[in-house]
């Protein structure tokens, strides 16, 4: 691949706006959730969607897929599924003597793992080297895989019958975890009349390509994150540790993660650099499925959001 250049700041805003202006066409009044998943994307992470069905989270990636003109591929987790039926396998020709490597889903730019939790420990594990290295290793053999890369998972937070909850080393992998939520009334009526009519999502265009897309990703690194803007991640990153409801606080990935994505939410949001505002916006989302909340907190109702909550009002911010 050639070297991609970075585009200027207020460039990567006019593309991510009129990316989540086409999104919206098709997944109605729910724009933050849109950008926070550009965020995702733009820093080279992954999003983990937590929601009931039917509320748009398999739409929200043919939407991005579509606006992006790059490939897409869909992945349904059953609990018969195979690592092979991700990675690829090796299949014998006969005719040749020779083993020919079949791609699986995972080579695509965007790939849906829907209700990643319906799937076996074994086959969801299947995705771990995939989403940190970007590459598959099938019969020693390791394939890089195209980029950009992104994973989005589904999966339903009500129903855990015939469920594997993902472990802790696979939800850390996801940069971010959010839920698309029921639509207000109005946006509700303006989905139903579009679907009655037609598809929003065959009419879906491109609006960039994705060599513009791996440049907006090289000018997000570019965000300046000052030293008090770092403390002030590390010092709820830290936080997180020592509170007395938790039990496992987040990790150093945690921190890096934060830090990216709050590169990224300043560059969508048409800054040259990162604000604690930033940061506040993406702690819950970025930390939360990657602490554990203790058994007497939880049994008392308080959730890891709570908690992020609870810090972001506490740790002070010192704007150097």
């Known amino acids: 691949m050639s070297e991609i250049s970075s585009l200027p700041i207020p460039e990567v805003t006019a593309r991510a706006r009129a990316i989540a202006d086409n999104i919206e066409r098709v997944i109605r009044g729910k724009r933050e959730q ?13 999003v983990l969607l937590e929601d009931v069905p039917g509320v748009g989270k398999t739409m929200l990636a043919k939407s991005l897929a579509a606006s992006l003109g790059c490939s897409y591929k869909r992945l349904q987790f059953t609990p018969d599924l195979l690592p092979s039926d991700i990675t ?8 040749t003597g020779e083993f ?4 699986g889903p995972v080579f695509a730019n965007i790939v849906l793992a ?18 940190e290295e970007r590459q598959v290793t099938v019969d020693g053999v390791t394939r890089v895989l ?11 937070p009500i129903e855990y019958e015939g469920t594997y909850p993902l472990p802790e080393s696979q939800l850390d992998r ?17 989905v139903v009349m579009a679907q009655a009519r037609s598809m929003p999502l065959a009419d879906l265009r491109s609006v960039t390509e994705l060599d513009g897309l791996l440049a907006m990703q090289e000018a997000v690194k570019t965000v300046h994150v000052s030293d008090a803007a770092l403390d002030y991640i590390l010092n ?26 709050a590169q990224a939410l300043a560059a969508v949001a048409g800054e040259a650099f990162v604000l604690p505002d930033h940061v506040k916006r993406l ?35 010192d704007v150097g």
């Open 236 to 261: 709820v990153v830290e936080a997180t540790r020592a509170h007395p409801d938790l039990y496992l606080g987040a990790s150093p990935r945690g921190a890096i993660n934060l830090y990216r994505a």
């Open 100 to 103: 020919r490597f079949m791609e």
């Open 174 to 190: 996801f940069l971010l975890r959010q839920s698309l939520g029921y639509p207000p009334r109005d946006h509700e009526r303006e």
């Open 283 to 317: 702690a819950t989302q970025v930390l939360s499925h990657r602490v554990i909340v203790r058994p007497e907190a939880r049994i008392s109702g308080i959730t890891a959001e709570q908690v992020i909550g609870n810090i972001l009002a506490k740790v002070p911010v």
């Open 88 to 95: 690829g396998v090796s299949i014998y020709n006969q005719s």
């Open 34 to 46: 849109v950008e926070l998943t550009l965020v995702a994307l733009l820093c080279g992470g992954h």
């Open 146 to 156: 195209p980029q950009p890369f992104f994973v989005i998972a589904t999966q339903n």
């Open 114 to 131: 829907d209700e990643i939790n319906r799937a076996s420990p074994k086959t969801q594990a299947a995705l771990l080297e995939c989403m």
